[in-house]
């Protein structure tokens, strides 16, 4: 009899702690879709609106997120995409790389869990074409 409630305790707390475990992966990873979905706001001006978004889903998600722990970069880039390497003859680009950065601590059967999610993405700002030198020449109306 004994050893039948030792098993049955035993099972209890090995459902119980996957059970914690999920809830952690999956707040952890609906929090990563938000830090992908706020990349496309990302730029000069709205950084804190953006922080302040990441602390707000976050709450809602159950985890707790202060501004501080949310690292955000908008920077120059020479990064080009595919299309941009295709066409990089005809035409000139300028890209943005926006970064979002963010760790917190989880909580799972009273052990603190470090987590980490960061997500970039490559934004063009402005894409030029580039002029050839016969259209140079009949611009400048020497041919």
């Given at each position: 009899m004994r050893n039948f409630i030792a098993v049955v305790v035993v099972v209890a707390l090995?459902?119980?702690?996957?059970?914690?475990?999920?809830?952690?992966?999956?707040?952890?990873?609906?929090?990563?879709?938000?830090?992908?979905?706020?990349?496309?706001?990302?730029?000069?001006?709205?950084?804190?609106?953006?922080?302040?978004?990441?602390?707000?889903?976050?709450?809602?998600?159950?985890?707790?997120?202060?501004?501080?722990?949310?690292?955000i970069t908008y920077e120059d880039t020479d990064i080009r995409s595919m299309a941009q390497r295709y066409t990089s003859k005809i035409a000139t680009f300028i890209n943005k790389r926006a970064v979002i950065q963010l760790s917190y601590n989880a909580r799972l059967v009273g052990i603190s869990l470090h987590q980490k999610i960061g997500d970039s993405k490559l934004k063009q700002i402005q894409a030029q074409e580039r002029q050839s030198e016969q259209t140079k020449e009949i611009l400048d109306g020497t041919q």
């Open positions: 090995i459902g119980y702690v996957t059970v914690q475990w999920a809830n952690v992966y999956k707040a952890r990873s609906d929090l990563a879709k938000v830090v992908t979905q706020q990349l496309n706001f990302v730029d000069e001006n709205s950084q804190a609106a953006v922080k302040q978004r990441l602390v707000d889903e976050a709450r809602k998600l159950g985890i707790d997120l202060a501004p501080d722990d949310i690292h």
